[in-house]
């Protein structure tokens, strides 16, 4: 238990004796010390996070209190309302205007096509969520490009095509790995 009031009274003892216009950089060694012994018990004693901070906090709090100005207060209060503005206004200014302009989407009315709703490119729907190979094997969709075209799975074994719309006629494809067709 001592070894928790020696910091804060070192830290007092500091602020006591910078009172005075000659021993500021004596005040700030010795809440330098208590703050780092608390740190190191803390750590020695496993105790939490939220503890170890709050401990660390009490220095703070008593140079705040041995240096109260009624400006500080004001102060303090001028940045509360203006972090109040000042986060509002910039989450305002992502989404409306620089998230916009990362996505793509600024300026255009519509927005991005979903991937899954069915879009005509080329008077070709866009390909299903699965199809079949000559062995009427599953192969299920993996990825679906903007431009509609994608990539399969096959089920039983894991290889992997890609179907352009150039390989489509109708509800059947040539690839690389045979003809597949869907329903």
Not at 54 to 81: C, R, S, T
Request: glycine share 10%; with cysteine.
């Amino acid at each position: 238990m001592v070894s928790l009031f020696i910091p804060y009274f070192l830290t007092f003892l500091g602020l006591m004796t910078g009172s005075g216009q000659d021993f500021v950089a004596f005040a700030l060694f010795m809440t330098f010390i208590g703050v780092v012994w608390t740190l190191i018990r803390g750590l020695a004693k496993h105790v939490g996070l939220k503890i170890l901070l709050i401990q660390e906090a009490i220095h703070g709090v008593l140079w705040f209190v041995f240096h109260f100005k009624p400006e500080l207060l004001g102060q303090a209060i001028g940045i509360v309302i203006g972090l109040a503005v000042a986060i509002p206004l910039a989450i305002a200014a992502y989404v409306y205007l620089i998230g916009p302009l990362f996505s793509g989407t600024f300026g255009n009315d519509s927005p991005t096509p979903d991937l899954e709703s069915p879009i005509k490119e080329g008077g070709n729907e866009l390909l299903p969520q699965y199809i079949y190979d000559g062995n009427n094997q599953v192969w299920s969709r993996v990825y679906r490009s903007p431009t509609g075209e994608c990539r399969y799975r096959c089920e039983a074994d894991g290889r992997e095509i890609y179907i352009h719309h150039a390989n489509v006629r109708g509800s059947f494809a040539n690839t690389s790995e045979g003809s597949f067709h869907w329903y």
